[in-house]
């Protein structure tokens, strides 16, 4: 299986930005598709972006428009930028991949965002 290591995480306040990396211990381009969850407490895990092998995205409506899901396939790297965030936001972020679409079947630890307002 694949490694996947979150780091970015913090504390932000609102309107701030963070951009959260994800380092794989082999080339993501073995994958299907990788993507971004969250579970913010009391809440359900939650996918929030996802890339495909080919480069098409996707977002949850949540975060349409402040969030980019971008991948440096050389470097193994896939990448969260967050602009705009908001309280709404806190969560623990988790990267992971999917040998086939829609079955995620690698998990990082997950890092922890917490937007303050």
């Known amino acids: 299986q694949v490694q996947l290591v979150e780091s970015g995480g913090g504390l932000v306040q609102a309107g701030g930005s963070l951009r959260l990396s994800c380092a794989a211990s082999?080339?993501?381009?073995?994958?299907?598709?990788m993507g971004w969850h969250r579970q913010a407490l009391g809440k359900q895990r939650e996918l929030v972006a996802t890339?495909?092998?080919?480069?098409?995205?996707n977002y949850a409506n949540s975060v349409k428009g402040r969030f980019t899901i971008s991948r440096d396939n050389a470097k193994n790297m896939v990448y969260l930028q967050m602009n705009s965030l908001k309280p709404e936001d806190t969560a623990v972020y988790y990267c992971?991949?999917?040998?086939?679409?829609?079955?995620?079947?690698?998990w990082g630890q997950g890092t922890q965002v917490t937007v303050s307002s």
């Open positions: 890339m495909t092998r080919g480069g098409n995205t």
């Open positions: 992971s991949a999917a040998g086939v679409v829609t079955i995620w079947t690698d």
């Open positions: 082999r080339s993501i381009l073995g994958f299907n598709a």
